[in-house]
């Protein structure tokens, strides 16, 4: 009895599925509703039987065709409602079908909310167990290769779902805190403190403020909250698994690009062309340059860091779409920051430039050790090679420099003269140039070793007794080119004593910058031993130009045969009178700017002249013919007086405030 129950009760429900189920998702429900509503109406039951239903419908109507002549053995029944014949041959509906179909109701569900599905984490669960579900159905669909037709409706159904992923995706990470409770603590915006603001940039933009300066590059940027890092690596293993591993990895790219370009502009870094940085004004690209160096540290020892490791985290285990995604995420800023150095490299290589492509250059060399393990996967392999290529054209250019120190120097006209033959601004220049650059020793001995290829690795170690390495050969050849051309500017002197003193002058000043700097370590002992051979050349050339005709004057000849009457040397006393005056006259305008070597030439002017003033004073003075019309008009303290106020008339003069327009370049003493 148990038995015809259920097949009465199995086929009243296929009777109502016939009468209510006019398409095939109508007929799945009302199955569906009454295998849940009563333990003995399975699916499997269900299906069979209506499988048996549609069979001997069939089966009924051949066999009244075929006898219609035979009497019945009991009153007729009511006939069963007509079986379409589409319906009566329609295959019984197979697991991965209704498997399909669950999955199309239930994903269609979620992706047609509109709210964020993570904003409910039920809903979240819900969504990712389905979506792995039709992952593991798609797959199984291809593996038997038998229904092409459902395999495709899987797929659609597949995009549908990713799409919705990718978005749930996006928003996770441009707006975890719209699905996330904000974390105690963490950054949090101060109001009271004050943020600097790029000024108007002319495009009618709001004003970017202006990150503070970071001394401090131990640190690591979490842009996500833990939480949303955990829900954003689910959706991207579930991408990952489905075949969508590449639009994931340009998903995160484009969500994160955002936040790394507002980071780098907060640094007040701008985008120029390689045009416009050649014709920026330098004081405006030394602005640049000075706001450069510090964003460069920020990104790629900060910012691109934390990247990589929110990368990292995210897709953990899904390589290689972690480096993919992180490749796309930096490429644009990292290279913008890399361009404007190659653009600083290939613009002009005026001397004064060279100080500020130094600091460039050592905030690139310093940071590429550390870029390694960040660029170490083969996608991001080649912006490590473009940090360390704008390395190398940023240590070619301060090479560039200083050959362009040279060929100035050498082309430098000698038209206007120094007066009182003064320290010349060239030498002032060129010598505080040096020396400054010599706070950089260093840097220059790895440039000018020219092993660039070796940067990032271990330092070149200098060698303070080695007056031979390569910059020390460069320097000591840009002063052999000061040198020469100081020799030719002193031939504008028309008065040879006067040149004499400019090259002291010029020769002194060079020897006390060497001394008082590292550029003595770099030109060596035997460098300085010649240069201060020729500053005492240049001072007994000065004595005997200047005072030969003084000293000849005051040759008196010995007592006895052969010794000049009175007459004769009341001549050379008047002749001495004379050329005194003359040449305090004009020599009290010259100048020696040291104080010792001004000392030490009049001292030796001294010595020379006094006694033998005195001694003709003194042959006047012991002649009878000569004491009647003896006149001492200097007695040997008032020549020696005289003497001593030489030298000084210059030394108070500013010339045009310590610079001096020669040709077409302005030298300042000021580096």
Not at 11 to 26: E, F, N, P, S, Y
Not at 188 to 215: H, L, N, R, T
Not at 527 to 532: A, E, N, V, Y
Not at 646 to 654: A, H, M, N, T, Y
Request: glycine fraction near 6%; hydrophobic fraction near 45%; include cysteine.
């Amino acid at each position: 009895m148990a038995e015809d129950g259920e097949e009465k009760l199995l086929a009243t429900v296929q009777h109502i599925v016939k009468t209510l189920g006019r398409t095939d998702t109508m007929t799945e429900d009302i199955l569906k509703v009454f295998s849940n509503y009563d333990g003995r109406l399975s699916l499997d039951k269900l299906y069979a039987t209506r499988a048996a239903a549609a069979a001997a419908a069939v089966a009924a109507a051949g066999g009244a065709g075929a006898g219609e002549h035979s009497v019945p053995a009991s009153p007729p029944m009511p006939p069963p409602p007509a079986v379409p014949p589409a319906v009566a041959a329609m295959p019984a509906v197979t697991s991965l079908e209704r498997t399909v179909r669950t999955l199309d109701r239930q994903i269609s569900q979620f992706v047609a909310m509109d709210r964020l599905i993570w904003a409910d984490s039920a809903d979240a669960d819900a969504f990712l167990e389905a979506v792995d579900d039709l992952i593991g159905t798609v797959q199984e669909l291809d593996a038997a290769g038998t229904n092409r037709g459902l395999l495709d409706r899987a797929d659609e159904l597949l995009s549908r779902c990713m799409a919705r992923l990718e978005d749930e995706f996006r928003a996770l990470i441009e707006r975890p805190d719209d699905v996330a409770p904000p974390a105690p603590g963490g950054f949090a915006s101060d109001e009271s403190e004050e943020e600097d603001y790029d000024a108007d940039d002319g495009y009618g933009d709001e004003p970017i403020p202006i990150a503070k300066p970071v001394s401090d590059f131990d640190v690591v940027i979490d842009a996500l909250p833990p939480g949303s890092v955990s829900d954003v690596h689910q959706i991207a293993r579930r991408m990952v698994d489905a075949g969508f591993g590449r639009e994931c990895a340009e998903a995160y790219a484009a969500a994160r690009r955002g936040f790394i370009d507002e980071s780098v502009a907060r640094l007040g870094i701008r985008a120029r062309t390689i045009d416009e940085v050649h014709s920026l004004p330098w004081e405006e690209l030394e602005f640049d340059i000075a706001r450069w160096i510090p964003a460069f540290k920020m990104v790629f020892r900060i910012l691109i860091p934390s990247e990589r490791r929110l990368c990292d985290r995210v897709f953990d285990g899904l390589a290689p779409y972690g480096d993919l995604a992180f490749v796309a995420a930096v490429r644009t800023q990292a290279l913008q920051l890399i361009s404007f150095g190659d653009a600083v490299s290939a613009a002009s290589r005026a001397p004064e430039r060279l100080f500020r492509v130094i600091d460039m250059y050592e905030a690139v060399r310093d940071l590429l050790p550390d870029l390694d393990p960040v660029f170490a996967d083969p996608y991001s392999a080649a912006l490590r090679a473009e940090v360390s290529a704008v390395c190398n054209t940023l240590g070619s250019s301060i090479k560039g420099i200083f050959m362009e120190l040279e060929n100035l120097i050498r082309r430098d006209p000698a038209r206007v003269s120094v007066p009182g033959g003064g320290i010349h601004p060239i030498t002032r220049y060129v010598m505080n140039y040096l020396r400054a650059a010599c706070g950089s020793r260093q840097t220059l001995e790895e440039v000018m070793e020219g092993d660039l290829g070796a940067v990032g690795g271990a330092a070149i170690a200098v060698d303070p007794d080695r007056p031979t390495s390569s910059l020390a050969v460069h320097i000591a050849w840009i002063m052999d080119v000061l040198h020469k051309n100081l020799e030719t500017k002193s031939k504008i002197y028309r008065d040879p004593p006067l040149a004499s003193i400019f090259l002291m002058n010029n020769g002194k000043y060079i020897i006390h910058k060497v001394n008082d700097s590292e550029l003595g370590v770099l030109l060596g002992d035997e460098w300085m031993k010649q240069m201060m051979s020729r500053v005492r050349r240049w001072n007994l050339e000065y004595q005997r130009g200047a005072w030969a005709k003084v000293m000849s004057v005051l040759q008196t000849g010995g007592p006895g045969i052969g010794s000049l009457p009175a007459k004769a040397l009341l001549q050379k006393l008047r002749m001495f009178n004379g050329y005194l005056e003359e040449i305090c006259a004009i020599q009290s305008e010259w100048v020696i700017a040291d104080e010792q070597l001004r000392e030490d030439v009049r001292a030796a002017i001294t010595d020379s002249v006094k006694p033998a003033y005195m001694g003709l004073v003194s042959r006047l003075k012991s002649s009878p013919e000569a004491a009647q019309d003896l006149f001492i008009k200097h007695s040997p303290e008032d020549v020696e007086a005289r003497i001593q106020h030489l030298f000084e008339g210059v030394s108070k003069i500013e010339v045009s405030g310590g610079k001096m327009l020669l040709g077409e370049t302005v030298w300042s003493s000021q580096i």
